[in-house]
């Protein structure tokens, strides 16, 4: 079975810093999906990125990046410019491609507080 | 598009009754839905996923007669939390899959519903 791992049950950063947050996962598969997930305050869960195991570039979107290296099994986000509205709990997911890709699997996730 | 609502958001119920939890997938036809319970900074737990129109495949641990789930259309599945007591009090949440290329098979989370049983 596959697992997802943060390693970082909090972290802070000052705004308009970089912070990064990491993951790391098991899995024999070689196709899956990794994701990470935002849930602010409103508990409303919202994707920030996503990245396909076959694509060697990393994801970005905006001041949101990947660090994905497969062979180490890590996928760490970068948050950069960070926002008063980034502060949240982040979670990593990952998903198996194909006929067998219905389930996400959750790592324990990450606070983020952002400081002004 | 890609919009997934949940209702009530917020139900205080006495133990021993029964509480219905409505997902609705708003904007697309949702081919597998899942229910998820989450507790205070914590991770989401998955209970179960629902196909449109079979039974539901239940977690290792999760109550089948306790935690109902249908699926009866592919816009909508209920979970039904039978018989309530305080330790069921928790953050309930839905997502649903579309198995249409444009979304890449994604799960559209729905708000949540926070569930108080007294």
């Known amino acids: 079975a596959q697992t997802v791992t943060q390693s970082q049950p909090e972290m802070s950063v000052q705004e308009a810093e970089t912070v990064t947050l990491s993951c790391t996962y098991d899995t024999s598969e070689s196709d899956y999906y990794l994701f990470w997930y935002k849930q602010p305050p409103s508990r409303q869960m919202i994707l920030v990125i996503r990245?396909?195991?076959?694509?060697?570039q990393n994801a970005t979107e905006n001041r949101f990046s990947v660090n994905f290296q497969k062979a180490a099994k890590s996928f760490s986000l970068k948050i950069s410019d960070s926002q008063l509205g980034d502060a949240a709990m982040y979670f990593c997911?990952?998903?198996?491609?194909?006929?067998?890709?219905?389930?996400?699997?959750f790592g324990a996730g990450t606070i983020l507080r952002v400081k002004s | 598009g890609a919009v997934v609502s949940q209702h009530p958001s917020r139900v205080i119920c006495k133990s021993g009754t029964s509480v219905k939890i409505e997902c609705r997938s708003l904007d697309f036809q949702a081919t597998t839905m899942f229910w998820y319970r989450q507790f205070p900074k914590k991770s989401l737990m998955l209970m179960a996923t629902?196909?449109?129109?079979?039974?539901?495949?239940?977690e290792q641990g999760v109550e089948k007669d306790k935690f109902l789930i249908n699926h009866a259309s592919l816009t909508l599945s209920t979970l039904t939390v039978t018989s309530a007591h305080p330790e069921d009090s928790s953050f309930y949440i839905c997502s649903a899959r579309t198995s249409g290329r444009a979304f890449y098979n994604e799960q559209f989370f729905g708000p949540g519903t926070r569930l108080t049983v007294l």
């Open positions: 990245q396909e195991a076959y694509k060697q």
């Open positions: 629902s196909n449109e129109g079979s039974k539901a495949t239940y």
């Open positions: 997911a990952y998903r198996s491609a194909g006929s067998r890709g219905n389930k996400l699997v």
